[in-house]
């Protein structure tokens, strides 16, 4: 006689000292959702099996799973109606849902400034309650964060590219004569 809980989908979801459950794929802890955002990220018929459980947002970038269950059910990044940005490599990469930013954005303006002011502008908009992060964004949070550290890796890879030039600028070719 076979048991129905031979399978892995009847274990226990593995959780951490502080009572969170961690993704069934990679293990870390992603960030609880809310029943919007999970029906307005998926496409049609993909939010139901979830709206039963508590579920997060796994965050993991390598990670195909973009929320699961405590009871370990997952729904892949595939299932999105959007771009999950911080599951995307190739532009455009979304940033900002609300307002439309992507890290392209970011990169143009730093590369053409020096600096952005996406955050700035976010924050204008926030300020207003122009904003619908909890159900426009995947994580269900605000952008800014992630925002800013575009800005950042945007600042360090022109530091780091102007870095290169001046090496580049100083070494003088070397002529071999007879």
Known sequence: MSSCCSSESC???ETRAGGETACPRCGEVG????????Q??????????LLA???RFCRTPSCAVLYYGADRRVVEKSAASVRVGVKEIDDPVPLCYCFGFTRADVRRQVAERGDSDIPARITTEVR????????KNPSGT????DVNK??????????????????????RPVTVED
């Open 128 to 135: 207003a309650g122009r904003c619908s992060c909890e159900v």
């Open 31 to 38: 960030r609880v959702v809310a029943d919007e955002t999970i």
């Open 142 to 145: 605000c952008c800014l964060g």
């Open 40 to 49: 307005a990220i998926l496409k049609p018929g993909h939010a139901d099996g």
């Open 53 to 55: 459980v508590e579920r």
């Open 150 to 171: 575009a800005v950042k890796e945007a600042k360090e890879a022109l530091s780091r590219a102007h870095a290169g030039e001046g090496r580049a600028g100083s070494l």
């Open 11 to 13: 274990e226990l979801p």
